[in-house]
């Protein structure tokens, strides 16, 4: 199978801890954490993606919100100058140790960190990346 995931939730998958909106979401962010451990491929979608799932049933889900959009263009051009190549709608990746390694590396020296102005996670996230990413989901062996 495949994720499907916007391109700022490349970013979010970083420092998540297991808190979130809503018990059914973290229970549905865990099982997409769990699947991309176990090397599943990721497909960069537009708009609403399977993180999203739970909060779309929601009145006026925030991941519909114009910020948002905003917010998955930003992430897309700072990933794309990580990686040193496009990235777009479509395109389809996999995390791995090195990868995410150089993902923190990044997120935890404000490279990559446009996306996440002005969201309300922004500084749970800050706290996770100066502390070395302890107890994040997101590991590889």
Aim: charged content about 25%.
């Amino acid at each position: 199978m495949t994720v499907k995931l916007r391109a700022h939730h490349l970013l979010c998958v970083l420092t998540y801890v297991g808190k979130g909106y809503s018990p059914a979401f973290t229970a549905n962010y865990d099982s997409i954490v769990a699947r991309l451990v176990a090397g599943e491929d990721i497909l960069i979608e537009e708009g609403p993606d399977d993180i999203c799932q739970p909060l779309l049933a929601t009145t006026e889900p925030h991941c519909l919100r114009d910020s948002v959009i905003e917010r998955d263009i930003k992430a897309m051009h700072d990933v794309a100058d990580l990686l040193g190549r496009p990235l777009q709608v479509g395109d389809v990746m996999t995390l791995d140790a090195v990868t995410v390694g150089k993902f923190r590396d990044a997120f935890t020296k404000g490279q990559t960190r446009r996306a996440c102005i002005g969201c309300e996670w922004f500084e749970l996230c800050s706290v996770i990346s100066k502390s070395g990413y302890q107890d994040t989901r997101l590991k590889f062996e």
